[in-house]
Nanobody
């Protein structure tokens, strides 16, 4: 199982970006998908999450500005980021937990945390 994040870039304050994450592998189900960010010199922090049942939740700092969603292919999820602020500048990581996948004809129900490689978001003032 691998997660691949993309969509970061440089935008001005008030601008928008859309991050994408694709989970590859023989994945049958993902219970929880989300995004975290890590600013320079700080710990990684949770941003938003969406469940297999499409329930969403957001950090207070991004409520009303960011939207997490899943693709038609349910192994893909997105983070639409609007009204970006300089304090949103960070490396953004996609995250998945509660995977059911197959390996060599065996089913694996995993509680492991899976992470994407990170994508840089820079918001200039």
């Amino acid at each position: 199982v691998q997660l691949q994040a993309s969509g970061g870039g440089l935008v001005r304050t008030g601008g928008s970006l859309r991050l994408s994450c694709v989970a590859s592998g023989n994945i049958l189900r993902i219970d929880d998908m989300g995004w975290y960010y890590q600013a320079p010199g700080k710990q990684r922090e949770w941003v938003a999450s969406i469940t297999d049942g499409s329930r969403t939740d957001y950090a207070n700092s991004v409520k009303g500005r960011f939207t997490i969603s899943r693709g038609v292919d349910k192994n893909t999820w997105y983070l639409q980021m609007n009204s970006l602020k300089p304090e949103d500048t960070a490396v953004y990581y996609c995250h998945a937990k509660g995977l059911l996948y197959s390996v060599h004809d065996s089913l694996v129900a995993s509680g492991e945390d899976f992470w994407g490689q990170g994508t840089q978001v820079t918001v200039s003032s």
